[in-house]
């Protein structure tokens, strides 16, 4: 396999026709961050295929495409400090990481926070923090903790504790919903009371583990 022509293909045909992501910095950053090093060895051969490729204990990577109109729907910048729930495979906070000051990213399995950390090294990426614990209620205890969140799984609904943990400007990436129908949304932070949320599009993604744990906040 010619990897670099496949990665070409990845970004030209599946994410800015099949995607509708034009920006340079997501292409540059999708361009730039291999995406074959965060693969489990045995599915290397579909690094860049149109599908979310299995991890251990059940889980899985986002499609590429998913990633990239995340990535430009958030437009994380480089002052900025990001909260992850669901790390995977690390490619996404090594995504993230590149844009943005620090990631920290919260996995619940402790197998894949270590393969997670473990790509991590081997890639050079030295400003995410891999936490084992469970996430999908917020992390920590911190008021306005974040500029960026970011929830790598699905959750039928957004708890309350994220909302208080984003900063005013701050913006919200989640997967919100039941299979099999779920809406990616981006929720900013207008106000300190005050927030707004836009749809970018359907999807049915894994939730996370411990998603069935209701939240009364609702868009």
Request: charged share 20%; with cysteine.
């Amino acid at each position: 396999m010619n990897i670099e022509q496949a990665r070409r293909n990845m970004i030209d045909r599946q994410i800015c026709v099949g995607g509708n992501v034009h920006s340079q910095e997501v292409l540059d950053l999708l361009a730039g961050v291999r995406r074959e090093c965060f693969v489990p060895p045995a599915y290397a051969a579909f690094a860049f295929a149109d599908i979310e490729i299995p991890l251990p204990c059940g889980e899985n990577m986002l499609t590429p495409m998913t990633e990239a109109r995340l990535l430009q729907a958030i437009a994380p910048r480089q002052h900025e400090r990001v909260l992850e729930i669901g790390t995977g495979s690390g490619y996404m906070a090594a995504l993230l990481a590149h844009r943005a000051r620090h990631v920290t990213t919260i996995e619940i399995e402790p197998s894949l926070q270590a393969f997670a950390q473990n790509n991590l090294a081997a890639y050079g990426v030295a400003n995410v923090e891999v936490t084992l614990g469970d996430g999908a209620q917020g992390w920590g205890t911190a008021e306005a903790a974040y500029d960026v969140i970011v929830l790598s799984g699905a959750l039928p609904v957004l708890p309350e504790a994220f909302l208080r943990q984003i900063k005013v400007g701050g913006r919200i990436a989640a997967f919100l919903g039941d299979a099999p129908l779920m809406r990616a949304q981006i929720i900013t932070r207008i106000a300190e009371t005050g927030y707004a949320a836009v749809t970018l599009f359907e999807s049915c993604i894994q939730p996370l583990r411990e998603a069935t744990k209701l939240s009364r906040f609702r868009f």
